[in-house]
C-alpha cells in the first residue's frame, strides 16, 4: 500500500526557515514525480513545488520562487522541501503527493496526483 508520511512543520517566526521531509513507505519513489501542495485556513488547497521521479527539474509557485527548494533522494526513498524567508502568509497544512510519472516536467495540478500524505502543519507568527 503506498503510503506518503510528512513531518518538519511547526511553529517558526517570520524570517525563519523549516526543512519539511516527504517519505514513502510500501513502495519506490524512483518511478513518482512528488509534489508539495499546501491549504490555508479558509482557502483551497494550491501548488507549492513539484521534482521530476529523477531530480532532474522542478517547479515552483511563483508566490515560493527563490524561499523554497525542493529535493529528493531516492536511495532514502524521501523528499524535502526548504522552505527558507517564511512569511505569515505560509502558514498552512502541508501536503505531499505522488504521482506515477517518467515525464522530464512537472505540474502542480492536483488532479495529476493519486497518493497522498495526512499533512503537517506549518505556523509563521511571531
Known amino acids: 500500500q503506498l503510503q506518503l508520511v510528512e513531518s518538519g512543520g511547526g511553529l517558526v517566526q517570520p524570517g525563519g526557515s523549516l526543512r519539511l521531509s516527504c517519505a514513502a513507505s510500501?513502495?519506490?519513489?524512483?518511478?513518482?514525480?512528488i509534489g508539495w501542495f499546501r491549504q490555508a485556513p479558509g482557502k483551497e488547497r494550491e501548488g507549492v513545488s513539484c521534482?521530476?521521479?529523477?531530480?532532474?527539474?522542478?517547479n515552483y509557485a511563483d508566490s515560493v520562487k527563490g524561499r523554497f527548494t525542493i529535493s529528493r533522494n531516492n536511495a532514502q526513498n524521501t523528499v524535502y522541501l526548504q522552505m527558507n524567508s517564511l512569511k505569515p502568509e505560509d502558514t498552512a497544512v502541508y501536503y505531499c503527493?505522488?504521482?506515477?510519472?517518467?515525464?522530464?516536467?512537472?505540474?502542480?495540478?492536483?488532479?495529476?496526483?493519486?497518493?497522498w500524505g495526512q499533512g503537517t502543519q506549518v505556523t509563521v507568527s511571531s
Open positions: 521534482i521530476t521521479s529523477t531530480g532532474g527539474s522542478t
Open positions: 503527493a505522488a504521482r506515477a510519472s517518467l515525464f522530464r516536467q512537472c505540474w502542480l495540478t492536483e488532479g495529476d496526483f493519486d497518493s
Open positions: 510500501g513502495f519506490t519513489l524512483d518511478y513518482y514525480a
